[in-house]
């Protein structure tokens, strides 16, 4: 039930964007336990990231019922850093959703 934004401005991550995405989904799965069916994964490409006001950064932005959150943001800023960004320019955030929250095949999990 994991919905995964990454918003970045890194070219090189945008090129590789189904390489990218595929990372990250193996990362929720690994850290947070939840099966593939449920994953999904949105690499957004924005215009301008800056981080510490400087770009070539990533957002990543998560809502999901559970999950260590610690867990799964360190997973994806290793993941990144073999695409040549550093773990200091990955920022991110975690909501935690209800399943009346959550939405699959066209209504709420609850």
């Known amino acids: 039930m994991p919905l995964v934004t990454v918003?970045?401005?890194v070219d090189g991550l945008?090129?590789?964007k189904q390489e990218v995405c595929q990372m990250v989904h193996d990362?929720?799965?690994s850290a947070l336990g939840k099966p593939d069916q449920y994953i999904t994964v949105a690499l957004m490409k924005a215009e301008c990231v800056t981080v510490a006001g400087q770009e070539a950064s990533v957002v990543v932005e998560v809502d999901s019922i559970g999950g260590d959150f610690g867990a799964?943001?360190?997973t994806i800023a290793k993941g990144l850093s073999a695409y040549g960004?550093?773990?200091s320019k990955v920022t991110?955030?975690?909501?935690?959703v209800s399943f009346k929250e959550f939405a699959m095949n066209g209504?709420?999990?609850g």
């Not at 991110?92 to 935690?96: E, K, L």
């Open 27 to 29: 990362a929720v799965k």
């Open 85 to 87: 960004v550093e773990p």
């Open 7 to 9: 918003f970045t401005d």
């Open 107 to 109: 209504r709420p999990l």
């Open 72 to 74: 799964l943001i360190g």
């Open 14 to 16: 945008v090129g590789k």
């Open 92 to 96: 991110g955030t975690f909501r935690g």
